[in-house]
């Protein structure tokens, strides 16, 4: 079936370090994927999207690109900010789901000073 | 401003008592969604709706219920709480359901406790 699997956190990260989380889909057809961050206490924004294969989303400083044949959506920063420290959620819909994201478990990023 | 209003914001409550968390959006969307987060397993769909009258099950429905009367409304209740329904709550609106390049927009959430 459709899944999304994204890595383990904790990752904790040093200001500026370059940043790099893990995500990879299974899905029948071509999903459209999203990253969603949370930040401490709040919702869920959409961070970035991509819709079709090879297009790459960006925001903030993020990046994300669509690879078809690795079936990945891999989140990445140049230089991570102490605000950055959030949750992390790849997600895809798929063209069966009736408007269902599907999310990965999330991951933890905490940056230090 | 466009968002989606989910209140309460937090609510401790005791198994059995039912309970209602309410969810409004103001942008004319059609498709509604609540669903729950737990540590490890990511945010699961518990109901959605794709317009007026029109509500269908998610992955984990099981102990709750769901209205759509009226388009900007969408409340999520829970007849009888039970202490595995203890989760974070999340509503969110897209202005349809399915479409590819349409992300939904999240409340900032619900955090019930069923003691």
């Known amino acids: 079936g459709n899944s999304v699997t994204q890595m383990e956190g904790p990752v904790t990260l040093s200001e500026e370090a370059f940043l790099t989380i893990n995500c990879t889909y299974t899905?029948?057809?071509?999903?459209?994927l999203f990253w969603y961050v949370q930040y401490p206490g709040e919702g869920l924004q959409l961070l970035l999207k991509a819709t079709k294969a090879d297009d790459k989303g960006s925001n903030k400083g993020f990046e994300a690109t669509y690879r078809k044949e690795t079936t990945s959506f891999h989140l990445e920063k140049g230089s991570v900010q102490v605000s950055d420290s959030a949750v992390y959620f790849c997600a895809q819909l798929t063209t069966d789901s009736w408007g269902k994201l599907q999310f990965g478990a999330g991951t933890q990023v905490v940056v230090t000073p | 401003e466009a968002q989606v209003t989910q209140n309460p914001r937090y609510l401790i409550t005791v198994t059995g008592k039912k309970l209602t968390v309410t969810c409004s959006q103001n942008?004319?969307?059609?498709?509604m969604s609540w669903y729950r987060q737990d540590p490890g397993l990511g945010l699961r769909q518990i109901y959605y709706?794709?317009?007026?009258?029109?509500?269908d099950k998610g992955d984990v429905p099981e102990g709750y219920k769901v209205s759509r009367k009226e388009k900007r409304n969408f409340p999520l209740i829970l007849e009888s709480p039970s202490p595995n329904q203890t989760s974070l709550y999340f509503c969110?609106?897209?202005?349809?359901?399915?479409?590819?390049?349409?992300?939904?927009?999240f409340g900032d959430g619900t955090r019930l406790s069923i003691l």
């Open positions: 899905a029948t057809g071509y999903p459209s």
């Open positions: 969110a609106s897209s202005p349809q359901g399915g479409l590819r390049n349409q992300p939904q927009h």
């Open positions: 942008m004319n969307h059609e498709y």
């Open positions: 709706s794709m317009n007026v009258e029109v509500t």
